[in-house]
């Protein structure tokens, strides 16, 4: 719509209609599509999605409308690639100004973001000038980032675009922030962001978070982590909802109908009923049912997804930034199923970037067991309902189960202690984990002894930073071996064990409340990023994270190394693990040896040799 040919009567019934305020998401739409001249998604089409890219709008909007920044103060806008995030910010800053008079900053993590959202908020304001002429607004605007009217009433409402520095968000105070590709920001930047917003004018400000979660660390993941406690408030949505409609045309609902599968998790995959009959039973929860599905989607790939929401979509929901079906199919392919899941589908968070991105956290099934598992794997099933630390200490220790050390010193960090045990059938249990700043080393010897009688611990493997230290553990009893630090080669072996190549998950926590520190750090451990936001083969150095994980990589760089000169001690952490591991009478046959001599009250397996410091078992 051309306002700049309008007759003055003209001008004037839309200019009230411009500065009327909206009561509805549904006036939200017909306002965009009136002045701005856009067709926008607003309906929810995925059920585990919260929002669409209208809704938020109208959501953050409509707070600002009640002044309840004092309930959410933020709002964090998690949605899939190309979800519309920043054109939709720029449609709510634009009416927060008009109809508010607001003053408003949009700070953008880097330089083309900031120009993405200047050129949208700029040509939405060049659209409705002329009305806004009409009005009475007088375009105050001093530079090129900073757009400014001054009403009929005085106020100088304004938008500023900047990018997000240190310097550009230290002496700026707003009413609403909006911070952009929240990801790729200076966390120093974000830190002096937290000041900018606050009570004004009798206004509670509003901080909006929006970027997709591409990382399982980083600023969008401490801002998801830290929300229910700051009060903010997640909306998300995926790139389900801002699909256009299935037209009847694809989905042929006129044609018969059939039940159909899909895989829980991607790739897209669907199979027919018959198909899934064969399924092994262990494998069918990996599939969902899909009943009565439209004949044309028994050919859509899509439908994995779907699950035939888009043909009962509004048909009306087409066009504008609604995107294309075929499109929205060839972005699936575009990327592996880890992106997909977190970039398209905002499941989870990506994997990109972890040092450790295989480890799964569950318990029974990933990484980390209980102690009954424990227990069952030394010896077999086990009439036990509960299964304690110390009695799978005593059938360790009865078994001849090796215990080793790793040892972070911390310095401003945490101090860290890590003990493993080390099967015979390849696997390494992480028994327990000591995580604690700012202790002597009095008190870090002390520590140590303590974890020295409890493990009966055969080698520590400590920092090689600091000698002394080492020098003194030893002579208190805890043999600390001098060895190169190589932080990649570390890594490799805890990845060799985290997954191998079969697939097997040789690592293993044993689930308590110490090792849940663990837990975190292998989660979130992750390389440092470059400037643009990708990672670089150098580990950030995370407090709380980046010191157990430390304390993790001395033991597997000596124990279990996948490469290198050094070798470990006992000959079954070697290649032949591997062909144990395939071998499901060895298995046996070592739960039976390992049974009997828990009977026996101790004792050596049968064909095995020992020797001080360390155990040789042969099969």
């Not at 229910?228 to 995926?238: G, L, V």
């Not at 018959?274 to 929860?285: G, T």
């Not at 009565?292 to 439908?303: D, F, I, Q, S, V």
């Not at 663990?518 to 150095?541: E, V, W």
Request: aromatic share 10%; charged share 25%; proline share 5%.
């Amino acid at each position: 719509m051309q306002f700049s040919t309008m007759t003055n009567e003209e001008k004037k019934k839309y200019s009230e209609m411009l500065f009327l305020p909206l009561d509805s998401a549904e006036d939200l739409k017909d306002w965009v599509r009136a002045f701005l001249g856009l067709e926008m998604p607003l309906e929810i089409t995925d059920p585990d999605s919260t929002s669409s890219p209208l809704d938020a709008v109208w959501q953050v909007y409509n707070a600002f409308k009640t002044n309840s920044g004092d309930v959410n103060p933020g709002y964090i806008l998690l949605s899939c690639r190309e979800g519309m995030k920043t054109v939709s910010v720029a449609i709510l800053e634009t009416l927060l100004m008009l109809h508010f008079q607001l003053e408003i900053a949009h700070a953008a993590a880097i330089e083309a973001q900031s120009s993405v959202g200047l050129g949208y908020i700029s040509e939405f304001i060049s659209k409705v000038k002329p009305l806004l002429e009409f009005a009475g607004w007088k375009d105050i605007t001093a530079n090129k980032r900073t757009i400014k009217f001054q009403t009929p009433q005085g106020k100088q409402p304004f938008i500023k675009v900047l990018i997000c520095t240190v310097k550009g968000m230290n002496s700026l105070h707003v009413n609403a922030l909006f911070l952009d590709e929240l990801d790729l920001a200076d966390p120093k930047a974000l830190k002096q962001a937290r000041n900018i917003v606050g009570y004004s004018k009798g206004v509670f400000g509003i901080t909006v978070y929006l970027s997709t979660r591409k990382y399982a660390f980083g600023n969008m993941n401490e801002a998801i982590e830290s929300a229910t406690e700051k009060n903010y408030k997640i909306i998300k949505w995926n790139i389900l909802d801002v699909t256009e409609a299935c037209p009847p045309s694809r989905h042929l609902p006129d044609g018969p109908r059939e039940d159909r599968y899909v895989g829980n998790n991607l790739p897209l995959q669907q199979i027919s009923a018959e198909d899934y009959a064969q399924v092994p039973d262990p494998e069918k929860h990996k599939w969902s049912l899909i009943p009565n599905a439209y004949e044309g989607c028994k050919t859509c790939p899509l439908l994995a997804v779907c699950k035939t929401r888009l043909a009962d979509k509004p048909q009306t929901a087409t066009r504008g930034f609604y995107k294309p079906i075929v499109s929205v199919i060839q972005k699936f392919r575009d990327n592996d199923p880890d992106t997909a899941e977190a970039e398209l589908m905002c499941w989870k968070p990506g994997s990109e970037g972890l040092i450790y991105p295989r480890f799964q956290s569950r318990v029974g099934g990933g990484n980390v067991i209980d102690y009954k598992t424990a227990y069952e794997t030394l010896i077999g099933p086990t009439d036990k309902t509960v299964v304690s630390e110390i009695t799978l200490l005593d059938a360790m220790f009865k078994a001849g189960i090796p215990f080793y050390a790793g040892v972070d010193w911390g310095y401003t960090h945490d101090f860290v202690i890590v003990i493993f045990a080390m099967l015979p059938n390849g696997e390494v249990w992480l028994m327990e984990t000591f995580a604690s700043p700012g202790l002597e080393f009095a008190d870090q010897l002390e520590i140590g002894k303590t974890f020295r009688d409890k493990y009966r611990v055969q080698q520590w493997f400590v920092d090689q930073a600091m000698p002394s230290h080492a020098k003194s553990f030893t002579k208190n009893g805890m043999k600390c071996p001098k060895f190169t630090k190589d932080v990649l080669a570390g890594i490799e072996a805890t990845r060799s064990k985290v997954t191998d190549a079969t697939g097997k998950r040789l690592f293993k926590i044993l689930y308590n409340q110490s090792n849940k520190k663990a837990i975190t750090a292998l989660t979130k451990h992750r390389f440092l990023l470059d400037g643009q936001g990708n990672p670089t083969m150098k580990p950030d150095d995370d407090r709380g994270i980046a010191d157990i994980c430390d304390a993790i990589r001395y033991v597997g760089q000596n124990k279990w190394p996948v490469k290198g000169t050094q070798k470990p001690n006992a000959s079954w952490t070697e290649q032949e693990q591997y062909a144990m591991l395939q071998n499901p009478t060895v298995t046996e046959q070592m739960k039976n040896e390992i049974a009997q001599r828990i009977v026996d009250g101790g004792g050596t397996l049968s064909n095995s040799t020992s020797k001080k410091g360390g155990f040789h078992w042969n099969f």
